[in-house]
C-alpha cells in the first residue's frame, strides 16, 4: 500500500516515499492495470481519475516534484501496456480485424447530442457511411460543431438536463423498455420438443420479464421503490458532506490513521465524473447507470448510515 506522509498537520505527498522501490513499482503497475481497464471499458478509469483529483485537491507545494514523478510512472505504465495492445490488435492474423471499420469517441459524443441522448441507427449509419477511420473521425467532429451552433448554450444546457432526466429516473434500469420474452424467445416459444423452455421454473421467470405482464409491472414497482432510497442515500450523503465541508471535518478517509483523502470526495467526485461521461457521450437510458452502481451504493450506503448525524 502507498504510504502518505502527514507533516504539521498538513496532508502532503512526501518524496521521501518514492525512495522505497515498492512504491514507484506499485505506481507503475497501476499504471499498467489502467492501460488494461480502459481496453475492457473507458468508462471504468472514472473512479481512478477521482482519486487522482481527490489527491491533487490535497496536495501542498512539498509535493510537486512526488506528484510529477508518480504521474510519470503512472503514464509510463499505461504506454507500456497500451502501445504493444493496439500493437497487437492491428497486426494479429487470428481474428479479421480492419481498423477503418472502428469507431472513434467522436461518434458517440454526435449520437448522445440528438433525439433522446441514446442510440440510434440513423446515427450509426450515417458514420458507417465514410469509408475510413479518419473520414469517419472527420464527419463526425462537423457534425458536432454544426449542433452546438445550432443548441447555443441554453438550448444544449436544456438538451442536457432532459438527457440527464432519460438516464436518471427509471429505477428499473431498462427492464420496462427493453422487456421481452427473455427466457423464451417468441420464435421457439411453442417448441413443445424443447425440455428448458417447458420448465416452470423459467416459465416463471419469463413471465416476471414479459412486458406487459402483472408480475413485470409489480417488479418494476418495486426496483423503482428501492431505487428511490438509493437516491435518497445519496442526497443525504451529499447533505452531510456539506455540513462536514463547512466545519471541516472529514469523517470518513482512506487511511484510519490520518485523514488524507476522504472516501465523500473520492465518491462524489467520481460520482460526478460518471454523470459528465454520461451527458457527454451516448446514454439516454438508465441502463447506462448500471456500470456505476458500485460508487452509487457506497455513497447511498454512506448517507442512509448518516441519518442520525444529519439531523445533528
Aim: one cysteine or more.
Amino acid at each position: 500500500m502507498l504510504h502518505f506522509h502527514l507533516d504539521n498537520g498538513q496532508k502532503t505527498l512526501d518524496k521521501a516515499f518514492l525512495y522505497n522501490w515498492k512504491n514507484p513499482a506499485l505506481i507503475f503497475l497501476f499504471g499498467l492495470n489502467l492501460a488494461v481497464t480502459y481496453n475492457l471499458k473507458p468508462s471504468a478509469v472514472i473512479p481512478a481519475i477521482a482519486l487522482l483529483v481527490a489527491l491533487l485537491l490535497k496536495m501542498n507545494r512539498r509535493c510537486c516534484v512526488a506528484l510529477l514523478a508518480s504521474l510519470i510512472l503512472m503514464a509510463g505504465g499505461f504506454l507500456c501496456a497500451n502501445v504493444p495492445y493496439n500493437h497487437v490488435v492491428r497486426t494479429q492474423q487470428l481474428v479479421p480485424y480492419n481498423h477503418e471499420l472502428s469507431l472513434s469517441p467522436q461518434h458517440y459524443v454526435m449520437m448522445g447530442m440528438t433525439s433522446t441522448g441514446g442510440y440510434l441507427e440513423s446515427e450509426y449509419q450515417f458514420t458507417m457511411s465514410h469509408p475510413t477511420y479518419q473520414e469517419k473521425v472527420d464527419a463526425n467532429n462537423a457534425v458536432i460543431k454544426q449542433r452546438l451552433r445550432q443548441y447555443g448554450v441554453v438550448g444544449y444546457s436544456t438538451f442536457l438536463l432532459m438527457k440527464f432526466r432519460n438516464f436518471a429516473a427509471d429505477g428499473s434500469f431498462g427492464v420496462q423498455r427493453y422487456a421481452g420474452n427473455v427466457f423464451l424467445p417468441r420464435p421457439f416459444a411453442n417448441e413443445s420438443l424443447n425440455v428448458v423452455h417447458e420448465n416452470s421454473v423459467i416459465q416463471k421467470v419469463s413471465h416476471l420479464y414479459t412486458g406487459g405482464s402483472s408480475s413485470n409491472r409489480t417488479l418494476i414497482q418495486m426496483e423503482q421503490i428501492f431505487y428511490i432510497l438509493l437516491m435518497g442515500g445519496i442526497l443525504l450523503n451529499c447533505l452531510r458532506m456539506s455540513r462536514t465541508f463547512f466545519k471541516e471535518e472529514e469523517v470518513l478517509s482512506i487511511e484510519k490513521s490520518g485523514e488524507h483523502v476522504s472516501y465523500d470526495v473520492w465518491l462524489a467526485i467520481a460520482m460526478v465524473g460518471a454523470i459528465m461521461f454520461l451527458l457527454i457521450f451516448e446514454s439516454g437510458h438508465s441502463r447506462y447507470l448500471i456500470q456505476f452502481l458500485p460508487i452509487m451504493l457506497f455513497m447511498s450506503g454512506i448517507g442512509l448510515s448518516s441519518i442520525s448525524y444529519v439531523r445533528k
